[in-house]
């Protein structure tokens, strides 16, 4: 008989080549499914699943109102293999879905990020290099962590200045302009890993024994970094702590676009699209909730709202 977990390395295998990005529900499904193990059950039922909530239960409700949503899905998948499946109702855990206000990085931090990110050490030192060229392309390119993670060396054309993200978030695939300036960085990020690992392997970010950076080493790098330099406060034991996120460094590339726009008088709501494809939303209403987010943008709106009605007024009042 299968385990959970073992049930769950199918489930993964099979959504991620239809293209989902399951980096963190993946996370929270083998913490369930290492805990079903651990109790000798090898099939999901309502109950299984609050023993799970009661054993881990230190989260507020809406986060766990999230993990009971993973295992609904996972749980819906299974039970065209095992009718002993329970699929927890979706009210088992009140909750409502909410998306955080994003931190936006300023300029120094984002280059004390690099920076520091710069001085990581590990055997060969590819440590430093992969994790400063990792941020730092994120930065300015606002490319989710997993969709950078999984770039290979044909994936970025040098002489064009284009990443192909073959699969986002979304399964999509889409081009990826980038400055002459980051084309540099990455070249010479990649000579370097040339150097010191040789050119056999395809991923483009390594470690320091030529396998592509995971994305678990990735975010603890960047809680390291985070913490060196005051963005998160100093954690015992490795833990991550809480601050701003990797994720946040794509936020930022967002709402400094958005807010660029404003300055220069250009009318969002025919840049949005634009903005849209670049970052690999489905549809402009994701690129929307940065206005919404961000007080600075709220601000740039409503000031855009109110010239446009004193505009129409004026013409009105022409016309009589």
Known sequence: MSTLTQHLDNYLAVRRSLGYDLSFSARVLRGFTAFADRKGTDHITVDLFLRWKAAFGKANNDTWSGRLGMVRVFAKWLQGHDP???????GLIPGKPRRGRPYIYSDTEIAAIVRRA?????????RGWTCSTLFGLIA?????????????DGDIDFDAGVITVKRSKNGRARFVPIAASTVEKLRIYRAERARLLGTTATAFFRNDDGRRLSDGSARYNFAIVSQDIGLRAVQRFYKHGRGPRIHDLRHTFAVRTIIDWYRKGLDPDRQMIKLSSYLGHITP???????EAVPELMRHAAERAERALAGKALTKGTQR
Do not use: C, F, M, Q
């Open 84 to 90: 002993r499946t329970e699929v927890p109702p979706a």
């Open 118 to 126: 710069k001085g990581l050490r590990s055997r060969y030192d590819l």
């Open 285 to 291: 209403d994701d690129t929307y909730w940065y206005i």
């Open 140 to 152: 300015v390119t606002g490319l989710r962590i997993n969709e950078a993670l999984r770039l290979n």
